[in-house]
């Protein structure tokens, strides 16, 4: 199983990035997929999962409105498309996987199987 993220890099405020995710290994519609990040000296968040089941996404109330998740079965590649940067968001991001266990926000402490991260950082 291997999780590989990309798409991180530098971005002035308010700017966008995509992350992207691609699996192998193992298939989308098996789990429920996440974005998470670590900010420099802060413990890991979760920040945004899809529902395989039922395609509904969930994200934390910092990223709501700003973030989208999304994903391409065919592809079998996760996405994180984020707008309207902070510098707050400046982080490394990763993607993870869990075994589903319903429908809801899933915590850290819930994925099974992690990417490398990608380094997001939101500076002028």
């Known amino acids: 199983v291997q999780l590989q993220a990309s798409g991180g890099g530098l971005v002035q405020p308010g700017g966008s990035l995509r992350l992207s995710c691609a699996a192998s290994?193992?298939?989308?519609?098996?789990?429920?997929w996440g974005w998470l990040r670590q900010a420099p000296g802060k413990e890991r968040e979760s920040v945004s999962c899809?529902?395989?089941?039922?395609?509904?996404?969930y994200y934390a109330d910092s990223v709501k409105g700003r973030f989208t998740i999304s994903r391409d079965n065919a592809k079998n590649t996760l996405y994180l498309q984020m707008d309207s940067l902070k510098p707050e968001d400046t982080a490394v991001y990763y993607c993870?996987?869990?075994?589903?266990?319903?429908?809801?926000?899933?915590?850290?402490?819930?994925?099974?199987?992690w990417g490398q991260g990608t380094l997001v950082t939101v500076s002028s």
């Open positions: 899809i529902s395989i089941s039922d395609g509904k996404t």
């Open positions: 993870a996987a869990a075994y589903y266990s319903g429908s809801y926000f899933y915590l850290v402490d819930e994925y099974d199987v």
């Open positions: 290994g193992v298939y989308l519609d098996s789990y429920m």
